[in-house]
């Protein structure tokens, strides 16, 4: 199982990023994934879920922002981000478990991608 995360960059606070994660040695319709985030400094924190049938579920601070997705057929991942907050700057990464259910904790997670940094600037 691999997880390749790209589409971080900077951007000004309001604006928006999308990110991807292309996943190989698994199809996406059999495991639940995730985007988690890491500030420096800060514990890793889970962001959003969404479960091989797709249901989705998102962390308080950034529901109604941000977007999670899946293209079964490219077998990928998306966050679309949208009103970012500076306080939204983190290194941003994927995980994959092959479970029915999504668990907030990253410890749970057997696969990673290697992260792919967002900054917002204020």
């Known amino acids: 199982v691999q997880l390749v995360e790209s589409g971080g960059g900077s951007v000004q606070a309001g604006g928006s990023l999308r990110l991807s994660c292309a996943a190989s040695?698994?199809?996406?319709?059999?495991?639940?994934m995730a985007w988690f985030r890491q500030a420096p400094g800060k514990e890793r924190e889970w962001v959003v879920s969404?479960?091989?049938?797709?249901?989705?579920i998102y962390a308080d601070s950034v529901k109604g922002r941000f977007t999670i997705s899946k293209d079964n057929a490219k077998n990928t991942l998306y966050l679309q981000m949208s009103s970012l907050k500076p306080e939204d700057s983190a290194m941003y990464y994927c995980?994959?478990?092959?479970?029915?259910?999504?668990?907030?904790?990253?410890?749970?997670?057997?696969?990673w991608g290697q992260g792919t940094q967002v900054t917002v600037s204020s």
């Open positions: 040695g698994y199809t996406t319709t059999s495991y639940g």
């Open positions: 969404i479960s091989r049938y797709g249901f989705t």
């Open positions: 995980a994959a478990i092959n479970s029915l259910f999504c668990p907030r904790a990253g410890s749970e997670y057997p696969f």
